[in-house]
């Protein structure tokens, strides 16, 4: 197993959680919070053996989440990459005359620098199969004695990979295979690009369908001065502009086929880019385009003026980040006639995600189109359902996908995750086996060092009628609701604890973001699988029920 597999399993200190700390602490805060642990777990308050040689283990682990916490340089470095990136190799170039945002910049080019390295070692494979399938004859058949005939009409299959020859030169090679209806066709072509301080140059060469000559490039630089008169239209500075273009010779049987482009790009705002491409070749066009983009929604519009169409179109797609879903919704209409399109794309895993998509249009009919995306592999399968809008065809290419999606789910994917994360938490158990032997002697150590701070919150919790834990379990539940019996840990006492002046609050603000295991006297009792803190208290002498999960916060009384 390599160091980095190993790295990426390992279980990290959480300074914040431990010490019950948001992420945006004070000084005063993170002060006041070492404070009050210094007074449990002091080994000087702890004087017998057994017990002092605990508090003296808890003591320095407190120790050590103040020294990190406190340090705006070591917090800086924590609050990037977490306790590893106090560990990280070229930290020592580092001055500790920076600043922390400089300290975060410094990491960020040190993982670049990994990150570079990291594609020097790779060849970049690019992949794309489209197979097209004709199956209009399913519902306008020719005969309808026979069934209906259903054939792969088209396929093309291209491939590319990268071969790195310095940091800044780059040799591509790439290939495409194209059959339709019995003829085929194909080429290759090599690249060779160069990184220049604000764009690439490209040189192309290609064979085929005649001899491919191609130059190509691309430059990013601050024009502003040079537009000024678009930037005051716009009454704001853009933030860059790009400009592409290249030409390319195709030297055909017949003659030679020479084409033009060249692209204008404009950073309009934070999430808006806007662009104008010119493309001179058999099939002249200019195009002009605005894409906006965030976290919830994208928006795409373009209007193409060229031979043989001219069209306008709009594409919506709506984010669903924590469900890893986003729904598409587009429209095109001009000369050729109109079209629609709807589908939804689902990521499946950390690499892989899945499209379904139904297009309704004139002279098009209706198309049903699966994509499959492997890392940096495309699979595209699109089935002609009918040439013409049958509202048959419309109503089983938009259910298909859903059956289809549901069965593929239930007996693959689903069985495949499950399998995978067992995987993973047996890796995570086995590399993290002695800390979490030590996370689970250091909790029990705390609870018994805590016992005498428990009971004065106790009682003054009960002068005050204030909150007062009667049982509190920490764990996996099984599928009736219940804890399991050998993964779940009795977390009462640490959690009342946590109690200060009739409240308890864990969630600082909307801020509590991380595991509840790295609280003082908890521990992860099943690793890397869901768990719930559940627990009975009594506030103004009145019982209540509360469940949380494990990265819910709370704030007490209500």
Request: glycine letters at 6%; proline letters at 4%; hydrophobic letters at 35%.
């Amino acid at each position: 197993m390599s160091d980095d597999t190993d790295s990426d399993t390992e279980l990290e200190e959480n300074y914040y959680t431990f010490l019950n700390l948001p992420k945006d602490a004070t000084a005063e805060q993170i002060n006041a919070a070492y404070r009050k642990l210094s007074r449990i777990y002091h080994p000087d308050k702890h004087m017998e053996g057994e017990n002092k040689h605990k508090a003296e283990m808890l003591f320095n682990r407190t120790k050590k989440a103040y020294e990190v916490l406190s340090d705006p340089h070591k917090r800086a470095i924590y609050d990037s990459v977490g306790e590893k990136g106090l560990r990280t190799d070229g930290w020592e170039l580092v001055h500790r005359t920076k600043t922390p945002a400089e300290i975060r910049e410094e990491y960020q080019r040190l993982a670049q620098a990994a990150e570079d390295r990291k594609l020097l070692q790779s060849t970049n494979p690019r992949g794309n199969v489209t197979i097209s399938v004709n199956a209009t004859e399913v519902f306008s058949p020719y005969d309808d004695s026979e069934m209906p005939n259903v054939e792969v009409s088209s396929m093309s299959i291209s491939q590319s990979i990268e071969a790195p020859i310095t940091r800044r030169d780059t040799v591509i090679m790439s290939g495409n295979l194209v059959s339709t209806n019995g003829n085929g066709s194909g080429g290759f072509v090599v690249c060779g690009r160069r990184l220049l301080n604000k764009g690439w140059l490209e040189l192309d060469l290609g064979a085929g369908n005649g001899l491919l000559m191609a130059a190509k490039g691309k430059i990013i630089y601050d024009f502003s001065q040079m537009v000024s008169i678009f930037c005051t239209f716009l009454n704001r500075r853009p933030y860059f502009i790009s400009m592409t273009g290249g030409t390319s010779l195709n030297f055909r049987e017949h003659g030679v086929l020479p084409a033009l482009f060249s692209t204008l790009s404009v950073q309009l705002d934070k999430h808006t880019i806007g662009s104008l491409t010119l493309n001179a070749s058999s099939q002249s066009a200019m195009t002009t385009q605005i894409d906006r983009s965030n976290d919830k929604c994208a928006w795409s519009t373009s209007f193409v003026i060229g031979s043989p169409h001219i069209y306008f179109s709009v594409a919506y797609t709506h984010k669903m980040i924590e469900n890893e879903l986003k729904l598409k919704v587009a429209a095109k209409v001009g000369t050729f006639g109109f079209l629609a399109e709807y589908g939804a794309e689902k990521k499946v895993s950390k690499y892989s995600s899945v499209l379904a998509a139904v297009s309704i249009g004139v002279p098009t009919g209706v198309i049903l189109k699966f994509k499959i995306v492997r890392s940096q592999q495309t699979y595209v399968f699109p089935i002609h359902l009918s040439e013409d809008i049958v509202p048959a065809a419309v109503f089983y290419a938009t259910v298909t996908p859903v059956i289809v999606w549901f069965i593929v789910k239930k007996s693959i994917i689903d069985p495949m995750l499950t399998e995978r994360k067992n995987i993973e938490n047996e890796k995570i158990k086995r590399n993290n086996e002695q800390r979490m032997n030590l996370r689970r002697q250091e909790a029990a150590a705390a609870i018994e060092l805590m016992t005498h701070t428990y009971e004065r919150i106790i009682n003054e919790e009960i002068e005050r009628g204030g909150i007062i834990i009667a049982h509190a379990t920490y764990g996996c539940l099984e599928k009736n609701g219940n804890f399991r019996a050998d993964a779940c840990i009795d977390v009462k006492i640490p959690l009342q604890c946590l109690v200060k002046d009739g409240s308890l609050i864990l969630d600082h603000n909307n801020c509590f973001y991380i595991l509840q295991s790295d609280l003082p006297g908890f521990y992860d009792p099943c690793i890397g699988e869901d768990k719930v803190l559940r627990f009975e208290y009594l506030y103004n002498n009145r019982p209540n029920l509360l469940e949380i999960q494990d990265v819910e916060g709370v704030r007490l009384p209500r």
